[in-house]
């Protein structure tokens, strides 16, 4: 059994980090601090075998605590798991004895991946800064590791799917279809609607044969205003990258506590992206379309977007249309 100290202060990803662990490794000797002190502290008694440390912590940064691990339990295995993206920071941070860096971003993907690595005595850096820092991507390290846990093999698909219908009954339809599926598979789905698209949707997966009061005591299905989410994140006209990683990590987190804290068995559809592009605000659509995108290849979850075809200044074909299709995996039309 492997012993892990888990320093991150924002409680949603922590328990995102911790169930991962929990449900793909199946350990339980997992032991949680918020802050940079207590994590030193906490090094010192428990000696563990891998640390996951985030950089922005109260009281001690991630580097400073990296540092004071390294003299106290210098057999301990550090895996930073940060939001920092900078070449600067992530140098400063391996140049600690940290085996690994990855960015929060691509924790879904690439966690369980970065764990066995660095468990191996190996150097992990994400591949989204690896392309960049050739140098320490990936590079053996001459350090004694643990016994490695039994390799696992990551492969999430990309699953951001896009349907344009002709009209409005369609795209309700459209979408209690794939909510419906994931409900009857036993996933959680996540719907952005306005209000009267909630209630009729609720009402057809209802006649469908689902128990929708369940599902929504259960938390497998959460519905949401498009407007009021958009609200969270929205700058100047422009999703902001950090608020939106922040809301939307937060509610598949929360959601996917109801299918045994697994974010690959959360879906999620709605209309976010397509409420911007009706109120003529293309570049924020796309933009939203883009991040939701990274989001689903981080963390597994399948996405499926609705528009109504008549929203298309130039119909199929137009150049923004184009721009829509290229940011999805599959494009459908009804």
């Known amino acids: ?62 580097i400073a605590v990296a540092r004071e691990i390294r003299k106290i339990s210098p057999d301990s295995h550090i895996l930073f798991v940060s939001q920092e993206a900078s070449a600067d920071v992530v140098d400063e941070a391996l140049k600690t004895g940290a085996e690994g860096y ?4 691509d924790a879904g993907g690439e966690l369980l991946a970065a764990i066995e690595a660095v468990l191996r005595g ?36 990309h699953n951001h799917e896009v349907a344009f219908y002709s009209d409005d009954q369609s795209l309700l339809e459209g979408l209690a ?43 497998r299905y959460v519905a949401l205003d498009p407007a009021e989410t958009l609200a969270s994140f929205m700058v100047d006209g422009l999703p902001d990258p950090v608020r939106f990683h922040k809301a939307a990590v937060d509610l598949i987190v929360k959601t996917a506590v109801s299918v045994g804290g697994d974010t690959s068995r959360v879906t999620a559809c709605g209309e976010c992206a397509p409420i911007l592009w009706q109120s003529g605000n293309a570049e924020g659509a796309i933009r939203v379309e883009r991040l939701w995108d990274v989001i689903g290849k981080s963390y597994g979850v399948q996405i499926f977007c609705g528009y109504l075809l008549a929203s298309f200044q130039g119909g199929i074909g ?7 299709c290229k940011v999805h995996s599959a494009v459908l039309s009804h």
Not at 193 to 216: C, F, K, N, V, Y
């Open 177 to 219: 279809l794939f909510a419906g599926m994931a409900l009857k598979r036993s996933k959680a789905a996540i719907v952005l609607a306005t209000e009267r698209h909630q209630e009729a949707l609720l009402a057809m997966l209802q006649a469908s044969g689902l128990d929708m009061t369940a599902a929504i005591e259960q938390g």
């Open 1 to 62: 059994m492997i012993r892990v100290l888990l320093v991150e202060d924002y409680q949603p990803f922590r328990r995102f980090l911790s169930s991962t662990i929990q449900a793909k490794l199946g350990w339980n000797d997992i032991h949680e601090v918020a802050d940079g002190s207590d994590a030193v502290k906490r090094a010192q008694e428990l000696k563990p075998e891998l640390v996951l440390l985030d950089i922005g912590l109260p009281k001690l940064n991630g």
């Open 102 to 105: 990855i960015c929060k971003m």
């Open 318 to 324: 137009s150049f923004v249309f184009e721009r829509i």
């Open 122 to 157: 190996e150097q992990y850096v994400s591949k989204s800064l690896s392309s960049t820092r050739g140098s320490y991507a990936h590079s053996p390290q001459p350090q004694t590791a643990v016994v490695a846990p039994k390799r696992v093999e990551i492969s999430i698909p």
